[in-house]
């Protein structure tokens, strides 16, 4: 079982949309978790951070559920611009070490 | 914010010849930075950890005599790749952490990547 796992996709939504997108973890004594936008042939860029409590940025929403080891990332009101793979990202201790999910790739359409 | 600077952004080189790509942080310091690589669509995979002034950590399945990684000062890590070959071709891509932020709740900032290709 991989460490962390993500529908690859793609998912393909009009512009307007809302979308969802899950992950899941496997060790259960992770520490902290990221949402991060990878563009192609780009770095990955550090979209949000999941607290426990769940958060909210804009048009974006995290979500963790410890005891699922369950973390998901809801994008209302898509634009062409969110068009990206959105990688599940997880620390699993204090190393530092970041475990990434294999990404799942949005392609917000007109 | 901090800024990871990546060189070279991506090089080409022949078969049997060494690669150096270099991995800074230019507005804080950096204990610790890692090091990645991304084959096509597939995600990132952590290669190894860089410590300044000690050895460095590599991940089950890593060469360490075949991606040698130096981490002379705390804004400076190196990885270079040997003897490159063209399965080495690839997407390398290093990250720090702040050593006074740390990690925890902020991520880790990312370099732009390396693109090498090996022919």
């Known amino acids: 079982r991989k460490e962390v796992e993500q529908d690859p996709g793609p998912f393909n939504v009009p512009e307007g949309a809302t979308v969802a997108f899950n992950c899941t973890y496997s060790?259960?004594?992770?520490?902290?978790f990221f949402w991060y936008r990878q563009d192609c042939r780009k770095e990955p860029k550090l979209l949000m951070s999941v607290y426990s409590s769940g958060n909210e940025d804009g048009r974006f929403t995290a979500q963790l559920n410890r005891a699922s080891q369950y973390i998901s990332l809801l994008i209302r009101d898509s634009k062409l611009s969110d068009s990206a793979t959105y990688l599940c990202?997880?620390?699993?201790?204090?190393?530092?070490?970041?475990?990434f999910g294999q990404g799942t790739t949005l392609q917000v359409k007109p | 914010g901090a800024v990871v600077s990546q060189h070279p952004s991506w090089v080409i080189c022949k078969s049997g010849t060494s690669v150096k790509i270099e991995c800074r942080s230019l507005?804080?310091?950096?204990?610790?930075m890692f090091w990645y690589r991304q084959f096509p669509k597939q995600s990132l995979m952590l290669m190894a950890t860089s410590n300044e002034g000690s050895k460095a950590t590599y991940e089950q399945g890593v060469e360490k005599d075949k991606f040698l990684i130096n981490h002379a000062s705390l804004t400076l890590s190196t990885l270079t790749v040997t003897s490159a070959h063209p399965e080495d071709s690839s997407f390398y891509i290093c990250?720090?952490?702040?050593?006074?932020?740390?990690?925890?709740?902020?991520?880790?900032?990312f370099g732009s990547g390396t693109r090498l290709t090996v022919v």
């Open positions: 990250s720090a952490r702040d050593n006074l932020v740390g990690g925890g709740l902020y991520g880790y900032t």
């Open positions: 060790n259960s004594a992770s520490q902290s």
């Open positions: 507005d804080f310091q950096a204990t610790t």
């Open positions: 990202v997880v620390n699993p201790g204090n190393t530092g070490k970041l475990i």
